[in-house]
């Protein structure tokens, strides 16, 4: 790919840094799901009878170091080829997240599970139908 010489980006090559950062963050999201979900299933998989407050516990540490590790994987992507040096053009933005956050977060069965007990207990707190999707 031809980069050209100005300060900021072309038309152009906005599209490749777009279209570069959600194919990078589409794949490296779904392969870092896969992982942190079968990590969490080996070390504390959820049951359907587990404590409301070790449900709230887990899901608290495993997303909080998730969401961490997803905001390291943003910083990571900005050096992968062709990116490093679009990067340092003056007008360039990463985009939000949406790549990352959806190839990540089809592989999360076991945080879903955990939201779904705490959502339901929550709808039966305060009375309210407990039909929530699995």
Not at 2 to 14: A, H, K, V
Not at 65 to 75: C, F, V
Not at 81 to 102: C, G, R, W, Y
């Amino acid at each position: 790919m031809q980069i050209s010489e100005s300060p900021n980006l072309t038309n152009y090559e906005r599209l490749v840094a777009f279209s570069l950062i959600n194919i990078y963050e589409l794949l490296i999201g779904f392969i870092f799901g896969l992982i942190s979900n079968e990590i969490s299933y080996l070390l504390v998989p959820h049951v359907s009878k587990e404590n409301l407050m070790m449900s709230v516990l887990i899901f608290l540490i495993f997303g909080t170091a998730i969401i961490n590790g997803t905001l390291y994987i943003r910083r990571f992507v900005r050096t992968l080829p062709v990116l490093d040096v679009l990067s340092q053009k003056e007008d360039f933005s990463h985009p939000p997240p949406i790549a990352l956050t959806f190839g990540f977060w089809m592989t999360q069965n076991q945080l879903k599970s955990r939201a779904n007990t705490i959502q339901n207990f929550f709808f039966k707190f305060i009375n309210s139908p407990l039909n929530l999707p699995k």
